[in-house]
Structures are given as C-alpha cells and as structure tokens.
C-alpha cells in the first residue's frame, strides 16, 4: 500500500516561512515518476503548487509561487520538500502531496492533476495576518 505523510505544517505568522515534507516508503518512493504539491482552501477549487521530478531533481512552481516557494527532493531520505518563504495570509490551506507511477508534465499535473496515481492525507498550513 503507498503512503504519503505530510508533515511540517502549522501556523506562521505573514512574511514567515514553513518547510512541508513529503515522505514515503523506500520500496515506494523510487516508484514514483514525479511527486507534486496541491493546495485547497475552505471554498475554493484545489490548485497546484510545484512538482518534480526527484530523480532528476527537476522542479517546477507555478506562477503565483514563483518567487517564494521551491520544490526539491532528498532521495536518500525518500522525502519531496516544499519550501514556502514569505507567506500571505492567502497562502492558507491545506497542502497535500501527490505522487505519479509515469512520466506526467510537471506544469499541466499542476494544472490538471492528470496522471497523480497517489495522495497524501493533507496537512494545514494557516498564515495570520
């Protein structure tokens, strides 16, 4: 059975910064093509956030995030990191982790979601203003 925990959420004040991981199982992990982060807010439609491909350690953000989140992956540690800077109040949500068994665009999953296989159980992020 594939899992992904989510951990290193909470709450921050505006302008803080929170570092979410991605873990799963060694025998799971390097079945993954590419791991993704997904955000959704009370009353909106969920939205990707970033995504990689941990093999190749080739990321992408979107472009609302751009400027402030990263994505990166520690193999050895079978972990996907999303490191979000310089918070807004809007950045509320919960963020869920995402994994793909193939070879998925790392823009149009963030899109579509199309091709994530797995999801994690999420994990509240809440920024104060």
């Known amino acids: 059975q594939v899992e992904l925990v989510e951990s290193g959420g909470g709450s921050v004040q505006a302008g803080g910064s929170l570092t979410l991981s991605c873990a799963a199982s060694p025998d799971t992990f390097g079945t993954f093509y590419a791991v993704a982060w997904f955000r959704q807010a009370p009353g909106k439609q969920r939205e990707g956030v970033a995504s990689?491909?941990?093999?190749?350690?080739?990321?992408h953000v979107a472009d609302f995030a751009d400027q402030r989140f990263s994505i990166s992956a520690e193999n050895s540690k079978n972990t996907v990191y999303l490191q979000m800077n310089n918070l807004h109040p809007d950045d509320t949500a919960t963020y869920y982790c995402?994994?793909?068994?193939?070879?998925?665009?790392?823009?149009?999953?963030?899109?579509?979601?199309?091709?994530?296989?797995?999801w994690g159980k999420g994990i509240r992020v809440t920024v104060s203003s």
């Open positions: 995402a994994a793909a068994k193939y070879w998925v665009d790392l823009r149009k999953v963030l899109e579509t979601a199309s091709g994530i296989n797995y």
């Open positions: 990689i491909y941990p093999s190749l350690r080739t990321g």
